[in-house]
């Protein structure tokens, strides 16, 4: 076991109650980061957005999953698919950044690939004895669609999304996510190491400091609950004020009902999808690490179904739009801060607030994948 490694089981060893926050190897050891990169985003499940940004055949988008390139496209026949962004011939990298394509080209030598990955075409050779367009392919990649995310996982072993978020639809069954639509999304590069952003949502304990121009007021301390999670995800609920109308059930709405209707979930799913979902609006992380100092994240933002019919919708929803471009700003300097404090020298883990039980039941998972 690795220094850091055996840090992170002693930590989780003592009940939640006497509990510290993560010891500062984790975040800072590339040692440990090379762990986490064999041993979670190489096996577990990470999101790649949402299924309605590939509305079409040939859209597409990619990403570095644990070191390995990545397409997740949707096929000819309507199907979400991912494969291996890397051509069969001299392994070039194939396509950047998001987009629509009739087929896959690559730009070094021009072999073609189908959508389904199969091999269309290679030019110049017909002369190769051993050369076997039919038998050559862009491997696949495991992806499947849970309540409208895109999961992508290398590991063919990894139970399925359904199957292991269960708890999820079962705990919001009021709110399908499956219904709502992402008409907003960016990506950003942070200072700061992933796991950081990640407890930093995982718990609203810094809210009323570290939000305090914005969404700081919104709701209270003492109305914030924090209960036990499961191995897939932890979660905790807040209730807020009628300042967003859009974080509000929408006035068509009958099936929420009393405290429901105001009701803001922020549900951590593990390893890095972090999802604050409404009953209006939701919107979302996903984190991959970029060494320990920095984290990729995607964010994304949408509506619910009854509010993205109403013709005032636009508008709530530029408001919300601009609200958390400062939130994210707020978050990336705190988050940011805490980078720089975990290099001191001077530095140790404090005791967790009852409104960190989160944090704690991240480390914990994070414990039980790490090897010892």
Not at 150 to 157: A, H, R
Not at 213 to 242: Q, R
Not at 313 to 319: E, G, I, M, S
């Amino acid at each position: 076991m690795t220094r850091p490694a055996k840090e992170l089981h002693d930590n989780v060893s003592v009940p939640f109650t006497r509990a510290k926050a993560m010891p500062k190897s984790v975040y800072v050891s590339e040692e440990f980061l090379a762990e986490e990169q064999r041993h979670v985003f190489a096996k577990d499940w990470i999101c790649a957005g949402r299924a309605e940004t590939l509305p079409n055949p040939g859209d597409y988008l990619t990403l570095t999953l644990a070191g390995e390139p990545v397409i997740v496209l949707r096929d000819r026949d309507g199907q979400v698919r991912a494969m291996s962004n890397v051509c069969r011939h001299r392994m070039s990298t194939l396509l950047e950044g998001r987009g629509h394509v009739r087929s896959i080209v690559c730009p070094y030598h021009a072999w073609t690939y189908n959508l389904d990955g199969s091999l269309r075409g290679a030019p110049a050779m017909t002369l190769n004895e051993g050369f076997c367009k039919e038998a050559t392919a862009l491997p696949a990649v495991r992806c499947e669609i849970w309540q409208g995310w895109i999961m992508v996982s290398l590991n063919k072993d990894a139970p399925s999304p359904e199957a292991a978020l269960k708890g999820v639809r079962e705990l919001i069954p009021n709110l399908d996510m499956s219904t709502y639509t992402e008409t907003y999304r960016e990506t950003f590069r942070w200072a700061t190491n992933w796991k950081v952003l990640a407890e930093n949502f995982m718990e609203s304990y810094h809210l009323p400091m570290c939000h305090a121009g914005t969404i700081g007021g919104a709701s209270k301390l003492e109305e914030m609950v924090c209960p036990e999670g499961t191995e897939a995800f932890n979660y905790h609920w807040i209730l807020k004020n009628d300042s967003v109308p859009l974080a509000l059930a929408h006035p068509s709405n009958t099936t929420l009902r009393g405290d429901d209707r105001r009701k803001t979930w922020l549900i951590s799913i593990y390893p890095s999808l972090l999802i604050t979902l409404t009953p209006g609006y939701f919107w979302y992380l996903s984190l991959t690490p970029d060494g320990p100092g920095h984290v990729n994240v995607l964010f994304g933002m949408g509506m619910s179904a009854d509010w993205l019919a109403d013709p005032i919708a636009p508008d709530h929803l530029a408001k919300v739009k601009a609200l958390l471009d400062d939130v994210n700003l707020e978050d990336k300097r705190c988050t940011e801060k805490v980078y720089l404090g975990l290099l001191s020298d001077l530095a140790e883990p404090g005791p967790l607030s009852h409104l960190e039980r989160p944090n704690y039941e991240f480390a914990q998972y994070l414990s039980s994948r790490i090897p010892a």
